[in-house]
């Protein structure tokens, strides 16, 4: 199996979703974030929870999961952590939901 790069952009994530590709986009942002705005058939694992609920990820171990937040950051570091418990195919969305509502879909609220 081919390493895929540690991030992965908006534009590819989006032909992911229209090609309903099976992958799992993975939200790690905190409830109010989520709350205020989101990408449909995310599911939410705020960061701070992850270590405790990484169990709730286990039969996706080998499925391609992208992780986003609001412009990168913590999503990067979620993919890099996620990586190294063993889910090898996991990626970042560059820029978050900050680029998606930029670049993919400007009806999306911006904070």
Not at 13 to 41: I, M, P, T, Y
């Amino acid at each position: 199996m081919d390493e895929l790069p540690i991030e992965t952009d908006v534009t590819s994530v989006n032909q992911w979703l229209e090609d309903d590709a099976d992958f799992l986009l993975l939200d790690c942002r905190g409830l109010d974030e989520h709350a205020a705005v989101h990408l449909k058939s995310c599911t939410l694992i705020p960061m701070p929870e992850l270590p405790d609920r990484v169990a709730e990820l286990g039969d996706d171990r080998d499925r391609h999961i992208v992780v986003y937040c609001h412009v990168g950051g913590r999503s990067l570091m979620v993919a890099q952590w996620l990586r190294q418990q063993g889910f090898h195919r996991t990626q970042s969305m560059a820029g978050g939901i900050d680029a998606w509502s930029t670049e993919i879909d400007k009806s999306l609220p911006r904070y």
